[in-house]
């Protein structure tokens, strides 16, 4: 059902998606898609709590070393999931269900605040760590829209090496609580 | 016909968008729409260069003034365009069918190269101009896509003026050509 559901939700986003469609293609009655996860945005919760399962070891990413080339481990793991044509497929998946709709948009807000940013920000020791850690992720986040889906040059095919070299120090100070 | 075309772009996304549904909208023959604006990409070209005019002015903001402010002039022209309600809107449905479509993501590119990046790039004296402004950009595309749409807290009830003063040394880095 959750392969089912995942495949709907990235062909047809969360808007046109249907619980008879996904139901259909699990091969079992939408009662029963219905009795395990309840209403929509709940099929849509557990769909992307695995197609942004990449994403989510960031934080193991944050506490795997020092502080101080935090900024550069980030950077390179989060860039390194949309390099890949696969997981790049799922976040955009994600991000065009976010976009176009604002129950789409809560769902996925609830899965990045408490999986990923409350996480991180639990690891820094600097004031606003919350606040800081999501400008740091906004930083990463516009890069992966304009080098992986809108694909602005010449960002879009300079070299990740070059990419990581000029953002890292950015998140870098985000994450650190530099000015 | 371009208001039509507009509000149908705005309401369906380029996908679902039709040269009928704008024809009807200004209540004129589709074949009319055809011989002024030639194929659905160009007249969705016409409609975003409408669209996306308020932020078209940022190579004016860049100009007007020295570069030791550049980074927070253009942090808080951009971060301006977004919290107007209005303007907003107008950007949420370029992004919505840029992020859906690769020929509107191709539309959305074209322009904001030549009407924004390279017209930007051209006014700073570094190395890499054009990387290191779209880098910028990067930046305040993000911080948009967490503050106003995917509204990730605290970021998006932060203060307007402590978002500035957070974002605007980063932005200032990249088109100062700092590390």
């Given at each position: 059902?959750?392969?089912?559901?995942?495949?709907?939700?990235?062909?047809?986003?969360?808007?046109?998606?249907?619980?008879?469609?996904?139901?259909?293609?699990?091969?079992?009655?939408?009662?029963?898609?219905?009795?395990?996860?309840?209403?929509?945005?709940?099929?849509?919760?557990?769909?992307?709590?695995?197609?942004?399962?990449?994403?989510?070891?960031?934080?193991?990413?944050?506490?795997a070393g020092?502080?101080?080339?935090?900024?550069?481990?980030?950077?390179?793991?989060?860039?390194?999931?949309?390099?890949?044509?696969?997981?790049?497929?799922?976040?955009?998946?994600?991000?065009?269900?976010?976009?176009?709709?604002?129950?789409?948009?809560?769902?996925?807000?609830?899965?990045?605040?408490?999986?990923?940013?409350?996480?991180?920000?639990?690891?820094?020791?600097?004031?606003?760590?919350?606040?800081?850690?999501?400008?740091?992720?906004?930083?990463?986040?516009?890069?992966?829209?304009?080098?992986?889906?809108?694909?602005?040059?010449?960002?879009?095919?300079?070299?990740?090496?070059?990419?990581?070299?000029?953002?890292?120090?950015?998140?870098?100070?985000?994450?650190?609580?530099d000015a």
């Amino acid at each position: 059902m959750l392969a089912a559901a995942r495949a709907e939700f990235a062909e047809r986003g969360y808007d046109k998606a249907s619980i008879r469609a996904i139901a259909r293609g699990a091969d079992v009655d939408p009662a029963l898609v219905h009795h395990y996860y309840g209403p929509k945005e709940q099929i849509f919760a557990a769909a992307i709590a695995t197609d942004f399962a990449p994403a989510l070891e960031a934080p193991d990413v944050v506490q795997a070393g020092g502080p101080d080339a935090l900024g550069e481990r980030l950077t390179r793991f989060i860039l390194g999931v949309w390099e890949n044509p696969d997981t790049r497929e799922q976040l955009l998946a994600i991000v065009r269900s976010a976009v176009a709709n604002e129950t789409a948009a809560a769902v996925f807000r609830d899965l990045v605040t408490t999986r990923l940013m409350t996480r991180i920000a639990g690891e820094l020791d600097i004031p606003d760590p919350k606040l800081r850690s999501e400008l740091a992720a906004a930083h990463l986040v516009g890069v992966a829209m304009l080098r992986y889906v809108i694909k602005v040059e010449p960002l879009a095919s300079a070299d990740l090496e070059q990419v990581i070299a000029m953002v890292a120090p950015a998140v870098q100070r985000h994450l650190a609580g530099d000015a």
